[in-house]
């Protein structure tokens, strides 16, 4: 059989990695193997991953597109080797209702280069409307806490809302922060003026806290499967691990930011300010660490652009990630000993599963054509002149890192060659 495509190297999978050939044909993975036919791209030195799935990511669109909207993002999207992306509902007009949602669609359907799915927002006036979204978004999301976009949903009332969105099947994400103790650290330290302040304003505690009450919330609701966004905290994933060995649906995930800095780094880059903050060394190496044991299932960017005019005057929470996701993986499986395995899972078939994406996150017959090929000996710094975010900074910017994005393939089609732009 002649093949449209066939990708030769070294190719991951989540049971391990080995040398063979993939064919794809129609845009879909028809074989694994040696010999084949067909249109050849060879990858000798790099990592044939599943097309990443980042499974957290915020694209301003609409309302924000001075910071972003559904093409720059996507195109940072595949800049980074991320071939499907799951956007967040905290825009100026919420996407709560499915009008906002309609809209959103419609706008990425004209503009996104890669695969964009939705998360419908839950508020406090309405939850029994995100049944209405359910069958045309991929999960729902919940705030603890204020942050950009988006109020804080009472603690006491989340058992009814997860009892309602255990009913329409689809996963409930969960930003873990408490607004109460946020409030009071924020009382003490008026005024305080170090640059890593921001980090005791939400302190760790506000964090823990909000992950003891959703387990204690999920107990009475086994039939939803639910996901602490961003943990921040070596304790945060091992509240979620001692959950998830009780028998709860409960994961977690660790966003590039979180494991790649620690506070310190605050001190010379104030742009690094995120909601939750980064945290002590010791937080940031038990993140890495639960990536490694699979405490941590997802690897997701959070990626949220500000103008760097606007994280400079202001303060905003949030910094952009997309640009940077192969740069981050590149620095996990060199300099981090996380095999590349792992990252197929956390990167690739975890998020494809959560969000019920079962015809990709794997390199299997019947599978998308979607890969993105890691080069892990291609050393390349990280600037601000080759982002493709609207935004147009990295927090990663002067950073060298030991590889990069090679090619980016979405359904046979490659979309980048070699750092060529996305076409």
């Known amino acids: 059989m002649e093949h449209d495509l066939v990708l030769e190297g070294r190719v991951v999978t989540r049971e391990g990695t080995e040398d063979a050939e993939v064919g794809v044909t129609d845009g879909v993975i028809v074989e694994v193997g040696h010999g084949l036919r067909g249109r050849r791209i060879r990858a000798p030195g790099c990592l044939i991953f599943p097309g990443f799935v980042d499974a957290h990511v915020h694209l301003r669109e609409p309302g924000w597109e001075r910071k972003e909207d559904f093409r720059t993002g996507t195109m940072a999207a595949v800049h980074g080797g991320v071939t499907t992306v799951a956007d967040m509902p905290n825009n100026p007009t919420p996407t709560t209702t499915l009008d906002a949602l309609e809209e959103k669609s419609r706008l990425a359907a004209a ?3 890669v695969e964009v799915k939705f998360y419908g927002g839950i508020t406090r006036a309405d939850p029994e409307s995100l049944v209405k ?12 806490s204020e942050t950009t976009g988006a109020r804080s949903f009472p603690a006491d009332e989340l058992p009814r809302v997860f009892k309602l969105v255990a009913g329409t ?6 930003h873990c922060e408490d607004q109460d103790i946020i ?19 939400r302190p760790p505690r506000s964090e823990t806290e909000a992950v003891r009450r959703v ?16 943990a921040s905290l070596g304790e945060t994933v091992s509240l979620v691990a001692a959950a998830k060995r009780d028998g709860l649906h409960l994961s977690c995930e660790a966003a590039l930011h979180h494991a790649y800095f620690s506070r310190s780094a ?21 993140l890495v660490q639960g990536l490694r044991e699979g405490k941590v299932s997802l690897l997701v960017t959070d990626h949220a652009p500000h103008l760097l005019e606007e994280k400079k005057e202001s303060g905003l929470a949030g910094v952009p ?22 990252v197929a899972r956390v990167a690739s078939y975890n998020p494809a599963k959560f969000l019920g994406l079962s015809d990709r996150g794997e390199i299997a017959p019947g599978k998308r054509g979607d890969f993105t090929v890691v080069d892990v000996r291609a050393p390349e710094r990280a600037r601000n002149d080759d982002v493709r975010s609207r935004c147009g900074w990295s927090p990663y910017e002067g950073r060298e890192f030991p590889g990069r994005a090679r090619w980016v393939i979405l359904r046979g089609e490659v979309v980048m060659d070699d750092f060529e732009s996305a076409r």
């Open 111 to 113: 503009k996104a280069l």
């Open 133 to 144: 979204l359910s069958h045309r978004v991929a999960g729902y999301k919940l705030y603890m």
């Open 266 to 286: 605050m001190l010379d880059n104030p742009l690094l300010r995120t909601n939750p903050p980064l945290r002590a060394e010791g937080d940031r190496e038990a």
């Open 321 to 342: 990630g997309l640009d940077d996701y192969s740069h981050v993986v590149a620095w996990l499986v060199r300099s981090q000993g996380v095999d590349p395995a792992t």
């Open 183 to 201: 409030d009071g650290a924020a009382e003490r330290l008026a005024g305080e003026s170090r640059p890593d302040a921001y980090c005791d304003i």
């Open 169 to 174: 099947g689809k996963p409930l994400s969960i």
């Open 215 to 230: 387990v204690r919330a999920l107990e009475n609701e086994s039939g939803l499967d639910a996901n602490v966004c961003h």
